[in-house]
């Protein structure tokens, strides 16, 4: 089965510090991962999307990495700012599967003043 | 980049009616369509894949009589929940693929359905 897990669950951190997600899968066969940014009642925005021959992508503050032999991935927030407040979703895409995406349960970050 | 927009942005309606919501891709043709519905702190739930000119695929136990889709054209598709009760109050996201390369999915900006 399918599965894409993430940690931690929720992550509080002062403004202007570093912080990073994790995510685990096990969706085979891999195509793609993707990192998401779910502000409140919106719904995900794209970040970054790798695929197996990319083990690292930046989008300004955020970096991705992707370990395709340990499935796993991180996303690396630098500098982080109030508006960084929000779920990251992880999101596994299978090789030949049109439709299905496996997502993970997300890791709410707070960033506080 | 590409942007799907999803209309209402929330709605509040009495339990027994339906309630329709539009997904439109704004720049770009959609073969594909997807519906998915989120609960608080949950994650994102597939409901349905809805191809353009074609019935949509519907996900195990998800009712297709009850969430009615519709994908009329490449940059339409649209959600009826019919007979509203109170739980199906959730936030509604689709979700539009851009075909080729790595499939990726855009979604929209999501849907809060409010059923008294």
């Known amino acids: 089965k399918n599965q894409v897990e993430q940690s931690p669950q929720s992550l509080i951190i002062l403004e202007g510090k570093n912080c990073t997600l994790q995510?685990?899968?096990?969706?085979?066969?891999?195509?793609?991962l993707r990192w998401y940014k779910q502000d409140t009642g919106r719904g995900p925005v794209s970040l970054t999307i790798?695929?197996?021959?990319?083990n690292t992508k930046s989008n300004g503050r955020y970096t991705a990495t992707l370990d395709a032999d340990t499935k796993q991935s991180s996303l690396h927030i630098t500098a982080s700012q109030l508006s960084d407040s929000a779920s990251y979703i992880c999101v596994v895409s299978a090789r030949g599967s049109a439709r299905q995406l496996t997502f993970g349960s997300g890791t709410q970050l707070t960033v506080l003043p | 980049g590409a942007v799907v927009s999803q209309h209402p942005s929330w709605v509040i309606c009495k339990s027994g009616t339906s309630v329709k919501i539009e997904c439109r891709s704004l720049?770009?043709?959609?073969?594909?369509m997807f519906w998915y519905r989120q609960f608080p702190k949950q994650s994102l739930m597939l409901m349905a894949t809805s191809n353009e000119g074609s019935k949509a695929t519907y996900e195990q136990g998800v009712e297709k009589d009850k969430f009615l889709i519709n994908h009329a054209s490449l940059t339409l598709s649209t959600l009826t929940v019919t007979s509203a009760h109170p739980e199906d109050s959730s936030f509604y996201i689709c979700s539009a693929r851009v075909a080729g390369g790595l499939n990726e999915q855009f979604f929209g900006p999501g849907t809060r359905l409010t059923v008294l």
């Open positions: 995510c685990n899968y096990t969706v085979s066969p891999f195509s793609n």
């Open positions: 790798m695929t197996f021959s990319e």
């Open positions: 720049d770009f043709q959609a073969t594909t």
